[in-house]
């Protein structure tokens, strides 16, 4: 008997979400969020309610989500407005988590918990602590999402709010259900039922019937679990609830399947399935496909069972469900053993174990790639570690003798009293130099990486498979350095790095580091997006029109100019942070190699692009391609290049 659990977390996850909104209105929240005269506040209140409306953290484009996000995270600072930077902040973890950076989504969200609890705002509190837990529970951690749901728990009980009681005991009940403490699930479900029943929640009472029906099942008291899988339905069908219904009848018609009860159980899945084809819903079609089939085998009609287990494969693979595929690959294993199709039996197994095989290996998707490129960053990391040890060991002597020195000059009222003098003084400079370095730490280091250095102490390395990585060299470098005073030579350096920094932020991209005149740069990370080629292609294009116009004006008053080549490759990186005392945010890999062989196979003036980068901007409106042909670069052969212009550049 296979019992399904759709539904188990329906509705289970509260949000502060707002209710749909007709079209006027949704139009009347883009004119206040796109209205620069409107007020901080209204902007960054319809920017919100704009991204919850339209669905666009679950349904929508991530970059786009994320770049609103970061203005909203802007105007709350600028207003000085925590709460609302906690919803910011709070909503910026639920994309994480919808992308699938589930750690990310957990460091967001328990910032946004402490402003909200610095604030005092106990709703804001109540919706990001159920937020990790619904995080937490994903990973396996059942500890700590418990531990979240206990503290929202204790808040709303303290406001003796009914409704969001039901709801997090309901939610209580799935952690320990998933933690197989059948004990207290069952305790926090009927409270949640009670709950229910008093303030009328009919959608949370079909919910709740539900989840402790799935557990008399496990129990073996399938009676009791059909009553409340019955008392659920009746309720659904009442409000239209077809989801529930949905899984109600599904649940029955495997319980009666098991029984024998076939006829009964196909009336059940057909019902079922007729309105999962009205939701046009993959998942529960195939589901309740396979569970039809499986009726059949077990009565011996194995010839009826064939076209439904067809059926569930089909919709199976067309909409990339594997486990599902597993599934119907398995009954027509069974299918074609029973009707002595060997070699058709014999491949559905196969495809059964291939299935299975690919659902556990889509975990370790990626880990390969992030040990080829391990050992040179622990390499790296080891070094630091030596040269760190040796200056701590300095640092602790001298420490040492200047306690000596201390320990014996102190005694006596007169300097306890001046101890007593400065203590404030010193404190509030404390304080300062705390916010200082905290300033420092978000110019050096990408947001969501300082915020993962300050919660845990340091930040992992992380693989990310699509980086678009940028290095530009000034040509002649060395002898312009010859004819400039070292303050002028700083100065225009500092003018054309400081240009550059500002069209990476423009353009949403990481700039990494300077290494003397070269600078370097990459897109689609620490967040990876779809836009890191032609975000890059597109700045590197400003950068070479910025020094081209800085070396028409220099000519013109006979002064030494600027050149410059620019390099572009992408492929995959392992991103971190290097050091121990100054942080540094780095990229390590073959892509970093290769980006730099552009560069310097380029030319004066061009930007020069890899075959991989090309076939990602080819059909990038505005820009236009010079095809190289292979070209040697130094230490990788020869490799396909092309220069890159923008169409408006060709008609000047």
């Not at 409340?228 to 239209?240: F, N, S």
């Not at 990585?469 to 100065?491: I, N, W, Y």
């Not at 350096?493 to 740069?521: L, N, V």
Request: proline share 2%; net charge neutral; aromatic share 6%.
């Amino acid at each position: 008997m296979n019992i399904r659990t759709i539904g188990l977390l329906i509705n289970a996850f509260l949000q502060l979400e707002y209710p749909c909104l007709s079209r006027a209105n949704i139009d009347s929240l883009r004119v206040v969020w796109q209205d620069v005269s409107f007020h901080d506040t209204s902007r960054f209140d319809a920017g919100l309610r704009l991204l919850k409306v339209t669905g666009a953290i679950q349904n929508g484009d991530p970059d786009s989500a994320l770049s609103v996000l970061r203005e909203l995270l802007v105007l709350s600072r600028s207003a000085e407005d925590q709460v609302r930077e906690g919803r910011a902040l709070s909503t910026m973890g639920r994309l994480r988590y919808q992308i699938g950076e589930p750690d990310t989504a957990i460091r967001f969200m328990e910032h946004a918990y402490l402003l909200f609890v610095k604030q005092g705002a106990l709703k804001d509190q109540v919706a990001v602590l159920n937020s990790v837990a619904q995080v937490y529970s994903e990973k396996g951690d059942l500890a700590n999402a418990i531990d979240r749901l206990s503290k929202a728990l204790r808040i709303v009980e303290a406001e003796r709010d009914s409704s969001l009681i039901a709801r997090i005991r309901g939610n209580m009940g799935i952690m320990y259900y998933l933690g197989g403490d059948t004990a207290n699930a069952m305790l926090n479900y009927k409270a949640r039922l009670v709950i229910a029943e008093r303030i009328g929640q009919k959608d949370i009472l079909c919910e709740v019937l539900n989840n402790m029906a799935l557990i008399h099942v496990e129990s073996g008291d399938t009676a009791l679990a059909l009553a409340e899988y019955g008392r659920g339905l009746e309720i659904a069908r009442g409000i239209g609830y077809k989801a529930m219904i949905i899984n109600c009848l599904h649940n029955i018609g495997d319980i009666e399947s098991a029984k024998g009860l076939y006829a009964s159980a196909r009336s059940r899945l057909h019902e079922s399935l007729g309105l999962a084809r009205e939701m046009d819903s993959p998942e529960h079609i195939s589901e309740l496909l396979i569970s039809l089939a499986w009726t059949y085998i077990d009565a011996n009609e194995h010839s009826k069972a064939l076209p439904l287990a067809q059926e569930a494969m089909k919709m199976a693979m067309g909409a990339g469900l594997l486990v599902n595929k597993g599934d119907a690959a398995e009954v027509l294993f069974m299918v074609h053993k029973r009707l002595g199709n060997y070699s058709e039996a014999l491949a559905m197994h196969e495809t059964m174990v291939a299935s299975r095989e690919s659902v556990a290996s889509e975990e370790n998707k990626g880990k390969l790639m992030q040990q080829r490129f391990q050992y040179d960053f622990d390499k790296k990391e080891a070094l630091l570690a030596a040269e760190q040890e040796k200056k701590d060991a300095l640092a602790a002597e001298e420490m040492r003798r200047k306690d000596m020195q201390r320990n014996a000059f102190i005694g006596g009222f007169v300097l306890m009293l001046a101890l007593a003098g400065t203590f404030l003084f010193q404190r509030n400079r404390i304080n300062k130099e705390k916010r200082r370095s905290e300033e420092l730490l978000l110019n050096i280091l990408p947001e969501e990486v300082a915020l993962e250095l300050k919660a845990k102490g340091e930040a992992d390395a992380k693989q990310i498979d699509h980086v678009t990585v940028l290095f530009t060299d000034f040509k002649g470098f060395t002898a312009m350095s010859e004819q400039l005073s070292p303050k002028e030579l700083v100065r225009d350096i500092h003018e054309c790095f400081s240009a550059f920094d500002r069209i990476m932020q423009k353009h949403g991209i990481e700039k990494i580091k300077t290494i003397g005149d070269a600078y370097m740069a990459a897109g689609g990370l620490p967040t990876p997006n779809t836009t890191h080629a032609p975000d890059v292609v597109k700045a590197a294009l400003e950068i070479r029109d910025f020094i081209a116009e800085g070396k028409t004006r220099k000519v013109a008053a006979g002064l030494p100019y600027f050149e410059i080549r620019i390099g572009i490759h992408t492929g995959p990186v392992v991103a971190g942070i290097v050091g121990v005392k100054k942080f540094q945010y780095d990229i390590w890999g073959d892509t970093v190699n290769t980006a730099s062989r552009m560069e310097s196979s380029g030319a004066v003036g061009q930007v020069n692009i890899s075959e991989a980068t090309y076939a990602l901007v080819k059909n990038e409106p505005g820009l236009m391609f010079t095809s190289r042909g292979k070209v040697q670069a130094k230490g990788k052969g020869e490799m396909e290049m092309y220069f890159v212009e923008s169409r408006m550049d060709s008609h000047i």
